[in-house]
């Protein structure tokens, strides 16, 4: 039936929300854009309900009912000594490292092996078998590349392989807190947006307590007014002690001494 042959009144027609927003004041309109705003950036971060299989992935779990967790895989990027095999597959001759004295960087429980000649740079000997040294000043001054031989701590950077007798092994002892930085793999994450907003936080705080419009900050901005004053005073004076000396024929050691004189 026809609406108007109810008893009910007719229903009111719905507004879209882009309506309703149009029709708030200004400050009402400009609150609901950021908690929209707010809302899609939270949807974007929520995990979603399963992962989406691919046939880049060596391994995947595409159950809602288990991890959304999806293994991407490198085999594109497998560099030469993953594709061919290295120095500890095929051997060191086999890869081009020659050298009559064997050397190993022990670090923890891994051992990396090269050969290395005599007076080499050890600096290009850790590079050669893929040993992270951390350097500062590469003068050997400030000690940040410093690994133990023998029980003696030697900078990397300034020294050279020595001579070592047939058969021996030059070990040398890396620090196990000397770790290669990782890399950030993403620009923007959920901890990068939570630490923005908490170091935005601590700003609007410190400004608020500190900044110029709080007790302490007009009391700096008072002090260096005060201070600008003074000096502005001393200079003005100097002047003035110039230009009398330089009427009275005098330099201006000499008019300062005759005025001090003259108070005394």
Same mark, same amino acid.
């Given at each position: 039936?026809?609406?108007?042959?109810?008893?009910?009144?007719?229903?009111?027609?719905?507004?879209?929300?882009?309506?309703?927003?149009?029709?708030?004041?200004?400050?009402?309109?400009?609150?609901?854009?950021?908690?929209?705003?707010?809302?899609?950036?939270?949807?974007?971060?929520?995990?979603?309900?399963?992962?989406?299989?691919?046939?880049?992935?060596?391994?995947?779990?595409?159950?809602?009912?288990?991890?959304?967790?999806?293994?991407?895989?490198?085999?594109?990027?497998?560099?030469?000594?993953?594709?061919?095999?290295?120095?500890?597959?095929?051997?060191?001759?086999? /890869?081009?490292?020659?050298?009559?004295? %064997?050397?190993?960087? &022990? @670090?923890?429980?891994?051992?990396? +092996?090269?050969? $290395?000649?005599?007076?080499?740079?050890?600096?290009?000997?850790?590079?050669?078998?893929?040993?992270?040294?951390?350097?500062?000043?590469?003068?050997?001054?400030?000690?940040?590349?410093?690994?133990?031989?023998?029980?003696?701590?030697?900078?990397?950077?300034?020294?050279?392989?020595?001579?070592?007798?047939?058969?021996?092994?030059?070990?040398?002892?890396?620090?196990?807190?000397?770790?290669?930085?990782?890399?950030?793999?993403?620009?923007?994450?959920?901890?990068?947006?939570?630490?923005?907003?908490?170091?935005?936080?601590?700003?609007?705080?410190?400004?608020?307590?500190?900044?110029?419009?709080?007790?302490?900050?007009?009391? /700096?901005?008072?002090?260096?007014?005060? %201070?600008?004053?003074? &000096? @502005?005073?001393?200079?003005?004076? +100097?002047?003035? $002690?110039?230009?009398?000396?330089?009427?009275?024929?005098?330099?201006?050691?000499?008019?300062?001494?005759?005025?001090?004189?003259?108070?005394?």
């Amino acid at each position: 039936r026809p609406w108007h042959s109810r008893s009910s009144p007719p229903p009111t027609p719905r507004r879209s929300d882009t309506a309703a927003r149009a029709s708030m004041p200004a400050p009402c309109r400009a609150l609901a854009t950021r908690v929209l705003l707010v809302a899609a950036g939270a949807a974007a971060l929520a995990p979603a309900p399963f992962a989406r299989c691919s046939s880049r992935s060596t391994a995947a779990v595409c159950s809602p009912q288990r991890s959304h967790i999806v293994m991407k895989d490198w085999s594109r990027r497998a560099t030469l000594a993953e594709k061919e095999g290295g120095s500890a597959d095929l051997g060191l001759e086999a /890869v081009g490292i020659e050298g009559d004295i %064997a050397v190993e960087f &022990l @670090q923890g429980n891994r051992t990396l +092996r090269t050969m $290395a000649n005599v007076g080499q740079p050890l600096s290009a000997v850790a590079a050669q078998a893929g040993q992270f040294i951390k350097y500062k000043c590469k003068k050997g001054e400030c000690g940040t590349c410093a690994v133990r031989v023998n029980g003696e701590w030697i900078r990397t950077c300034s020294v050279t392989v020595p001579y070592m007798p047939k058969g021996e092994t030059y070990e040398i002892f890396v620090r196990g807190t000397m770790l290669e930085p990782k890399k950030a793999s993403r620009f923007f994450s959920a901890r990068s947006f939570f630490d923005g907003f908490r170091n935005n936080l601590l700003g609007m705080v410190g400004f608020v307590k500190e900044g110029p419009l709080s007790r302490k900050g007009k009391k /700096v901005f008072n002090d260096r007014i005060e %201070a600008e004053r003074l &000096l @502005q005073e001393k200079v003005a004076a +100097r002047k003035a $002690a110039k230009k009398a000396a330089a009427e009275a024929g005098l330099t201006l050691e000499e008019y300062l001494a005759r005025e001090q004189q003259q108070l005394v």
